[in-house]
């Protein structure tokens, strides 16, 4: 700014006006203007300018981020950040940037550096090796610091907390371990089919409560006899709440971390809104663990997790109560509506292709037969089954984005640079989807993982990781602790209900109605309710459903029935 030529220009037209001879008053204006523009455009431009250069890393800075990967380029200050926050075209960009910047490329959200991992050898060299330093989360203010007041696993960076947190939940959901819950499957499992026999129409909200019971049931030792129970229902609204401020992109102040350090007026008042969720979640979870701590005490605890839990004496391993209490209510949270996003993928698929109906059904009736149900023992000799499974899982991976890790040390592969602090993504469309590796990807087609005989947990450190089945656990150090679990729900029910119902297209007066495949909005992949017929084989598939649960129903206390 002149002020010299500003008074100038002033007093000139002053006089000229006096004059009577003023005959260009836009002389004014622009001095004016002058000054307005360096007030408030070229200062503070100046200054957000050096703010973003001072705060974000940059070339200038760091000569080594020109050996950055290759990737697409994004807008300034924003970067990529407009193709990454739609999720439901994410997959479609995550197969067209591998194709055509590699498999390990690069993309930008404000100051972040995301670092797509999207050939199973990057996953394998980067995730699995190197998982020491690979094996973090990003900051996310919202999510993790104060909706969680930093006590989820799932968002809680690498360190110390986390490895005990970690080594946990390895411990109480190891293969071994995992075994012990198979009668808590066994049991909802049988209530499935029976709430599928008598109401098929809400065959949704049966595999949510199967998948709410059994985590529930593993974690607390409560039982979950019904959909419009209040345990199960106070649970989702926690398990709800995390969906809606974890999904990527969903709050500014998690993409751009640094922004917490501005008025949150600004920015959706994200704090006040954080701290009103860990208000409603956290006296749920205390509520439970204290609960548990007096079962235990007065021995009516009964055999779960949370009690195993407490009896390794979490405070000497240096853990508060609250940190112990968010330990079971996150495995509830990270096991419920998966599985049951699953079990629905599986109907949905199942409804819309026929014959794989109809070749699931052969097997069962070769193996199995029509005298008895599938059990535990049948899962060896079942081995188009084991291949649906993959196949949901390759074809539907739990989430529309791909698995966020992040790394703690700067590191160098095959010549690029992966600086520390980068978001690396596990990008399971692109793998997933690989048509090198899997002909007609798009495709549901099972028999594709005909010969692969393990279960998913065998296949995760598979010596060539180009024979691992798929990447929908997740990788390295943060693998999905719960894989046995869930391999075993999803064994258990995709068997017995493709044993006991033939799954087929409604039909509304004489019209087939074909589900449209769509998923619910937000961030993970959970199928749009939709219609399906649900029917029973036969008389006698009807007569063994009934008799297995009521046999199960008479063992339970009577809060536990279903009736
Ligand atoms: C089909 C069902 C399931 C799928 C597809 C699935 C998938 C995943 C994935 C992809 C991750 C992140 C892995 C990574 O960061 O690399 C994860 C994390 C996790 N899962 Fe699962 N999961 C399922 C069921 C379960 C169940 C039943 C449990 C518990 C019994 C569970 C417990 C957890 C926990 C505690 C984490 C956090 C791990 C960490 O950050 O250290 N999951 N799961």
């Keep these: 700014m002149n002020p010299a030529r500003v008074a100038s220009t002033s007093d000139s037209s002053t006089t000229l006006w006096k004059l009577g001879q003023y005959q260009n008053p836009i002389a004014v204006t622009f001095g004016d203007l002058d000054l307005l523009l360096c007030c408030f455009v070229i200062a503070p431009s100046t200054l957000i300018l050096a703010f973003y250069f001072w705060t974000t890393p940059n070339v200038l800075k760091d000569r080594r981020r020109w050996h950055l990967p290759p990737g697409p380029p994004g807008l300034p200050f924003i970067g990529n950040i407009l193709d990454l926050s739609d999720g439901e075209r994410m997959r479609e960009k995550a197969l067209a940037w591998t194709k055509k910047y590699g498999h390990v490329f690069h993309t930008k959200v404000g100051g972040a550096d995301y670092i797509w991992l999207s050939s199973p050898k990057a996953v394998r060299d980067l995730m699995d090796k190197k998982s020491a330093i690979y094996s973090s989360r990003p900051p996310a203010p919202l999510a993790g610091d104060v909706a969680s007041a930093g006590r989820r696993q799932l968002f809680m960076a690498y360190g110390p907390r986390y490895r005990t947190v970690r080594k946990i939940s390895h411990a109480l959901l190891n293969i071994t371990q995992s075994t012990k819950y198979q009668p808590v499957q066994d049991l909802e499992s049988k209530q499935l089919l029976y709430d599928l026999l008598h109401d098929p129409e809400h065959f949704y909200d049966h595999n949510r409560r199967y998948s709410a019971g059994v985590i529930i049931s593993i974690t607390y030792g409560h039982r979950i006899p019904n959909w419009d ?99 079971c209510g996150g495995l509830v949270e990270a096991g419920s509506e998966t599985t049951s996003a699953f079990l629905n993928t599986f109907l949905l698929f199942a409804t819309i292709h026929p014959e794989v109906v109809q070749n699931g059904q052969e097997e069962l009736d070769r193996v ?38 992040s790394t703690t040390e700067d590191d160098w592969y095959e010549g690029m640079f992966i600086p520390k602090g980068s978001l690396v993504m596990l990008n399971w469309w692109a793998i997933n989807y690989d048509p090198e590796r899997w002909e007609s990807p798009y495709e549901f087609k099972p028999e594709r993982y005909l010969g692969y005989d393990l279960p998913a947990a065998a296949y995760l450190n598979v010596a060539d990781p180009n ?77 063994i459903i009934e008799c297995i649960w009521a046999e199960a129903e008479a063992e339970l206390e009577p809060e536990e029935k279903l009736s």
């Design 368 to 405: 199995v037969g029509s005298e008895r149900y599938p059990t535990w023992e049948d899962a060896p000799n079942l081995p188009y089954i084991r291949a649906i499974i993959k196949e949901l899982l390759r074809i539907r991976p739990p989430n529309k984005i791909g698995m966020q890790h």
């Design 229 to 327: 129970n209040a345990l199960a229902r106070s649970v989702y609204k926690v398990v709800n709440n995390m969906q809606n401020y974890a999904s990527p992109g969903a709050w500014m102040v998690d993409t751009f971390p640094s922004l917490q350090n501005f008025p949150e007026i600004f920015f959706g008042n994200w704090r006040t809104f954080g701290k009103k969720c860990f208000e409603h979640d956290s006296p749920i979870y205390l509520g439970l663990w204290g609960n548990l701590k007096k079962e235990v005490d007065t021995g009516k605890a009964k055999d779960c997790f949370c009690k195993d839990f407490y009896e390794s004496n979490p405070e000497k391993q240096g853990l508060d109560t609250l940190q112990a209490a968010y330990q």
């Design 467 to 543: 024979q691992r089945d798929h990447v929908s656990y997740g990788a390295g150090r943060r693998v999905c602790p719960g894989i046995h679990v869930a391999e075993n729900s999803l064994y258990l029910n995709i068997s017995r209900i493709l044993w006991g119902f033939n799954i087929k297209k409604k039909q509304v007066n004489g019209k087939e109605i074909t589900p449209s495949g769509d998923m619910v909005p937000g961030w993970m992949c959970i199928p749009q309710p939709f219609e399906c017929a649900i029917e029973v084989r036969s008389a006698k598939h009807a007569k």
